[in-house]
């Protein structure tokens, strides 16, 4: 939630007229290099708080980026010092209910995208941030972050993101921090499951791009694929399941990314997607 102060980056140039120029817009950054766009919280004063003039920036970039052909990987990141203080309490106290469609769309939007989205935890997180982490296919923090389920603190509940929250953490730490509202690390984070990985502050960006690497690494239309194995398969009943796989993994084996794939192992060279990526 909302917490004073910290200094930007600056601002963006508009824009572009090509992939790959910096497209940084008021409270949302958005960059391209290569196949790769990056989203950045850029209202560093509010602590990257979830205004709904940031909300919607942000589920328009989002949007754009996820139609954007030229785009394979998503990473979502905050300006410093934060990575985002979760709702802005100054704009709640005001309007409750100011856009209150706008953020369920965004963590819809990421968790159902088919294309592979990295949270960059560049700082630390709290309520609304961290459910932007956990929608997010792979997160990794710097170790200095903190995080918090600070909602019951003020009267209000983690409610909205328990949504991607519970499908990542552990169900005792999550019962645990939310009803406490108590502070943990990144370290923690890690072991409960709402991180990928913590690093050092100073590998961060070196980790989030070996990640992002590896899933250029791999064919869109089969991230895709493993996107919904991984959102079903362990919800549905065995016999379902093990049915729908069995005609998912069938179409895949018979798609045309799987031949030039195949061929391309056979061959011992790269496959097409993989060959681009640099």
């Not at 102060?5 to 409270?27: C, H, I, S, V, Y």
């Not at 309490?89 to 995208?113: G, V, Y």
């Not at 918090?148 to 499908?167: D, H, M, N, Y």
């Amino acid at each position: 939630m909302s917490e004073p102060k910290g200094r930007g980056e600056p601002e963006g140039r508009g824009e572009p007229e090509e992939r790959g120029e910096d497209r940084t817009g008021d409270l949302v950054g958005c960059e391209s290099a290569g196949q790769i766009t990056t989203l950045t919280l850029n209202s560093p004063a509010t602590r990257n708080a979830l205004s709904s003039a940031l909300l919607t920036q942000l589920r328009d970039a989002l949007a754009s980026a996820l139609g954007d052909e030229g785009c394979r990987v998503v990473v979502l990141t905050g300006a410093d010092p934060a990575f985002c203080a979760g709702a802005d309490l100054k704009e709640s106290r005001t309007s409750p209910a100011a856009a209150p469609e706008l953020f369920p769309q965004i963590l819809q939007l990421i968790w159902d995208s088919h294309k592979p989205v990295i949270c960059r935890v560049n700082g630390s997180a709290r309520a609304g941030g961290i459910g932007l982490i956990a929608a997010c296919d792979i997160a990794v923090a710097s170790q200095s972050a903190t995080f918090a389920f600070s909602e019951v603190r003020i009267g209000a509940t983690p409610a909205i993101i328990a949504v991607p929250c519970l499908r990542r953490m552990e169900p005792r730490a999550a019962a645990e921090y939310f009803l406490t509202g108590e502070a943990f690390d990144a370290q923690r984070a890690a072991q409960i499951g709402l991180l990928t990985r913590a690093v050092p502050k100073l590998r961060l960006d070196e980790e989030v791009a070996r990640y992002a690497d590896m899933l250029l690494g791999g064919a869109p239309g089969a991230l895709a694929a493993t996107k919904r194995v991984l959102r079903e398969a362990g919800t549905l009943p065995v016999a379902t399941g093990l049915a729908r796989m069995a005609e998912l993994s069938a179409a895949r084996f018979a798609s045309d990314e799987a031949r030039r794939g195949m061929a391309a192992f056979a061959e011992k060279r790269e496959p097409d997607w993989a060959a681009r990526r640099s």
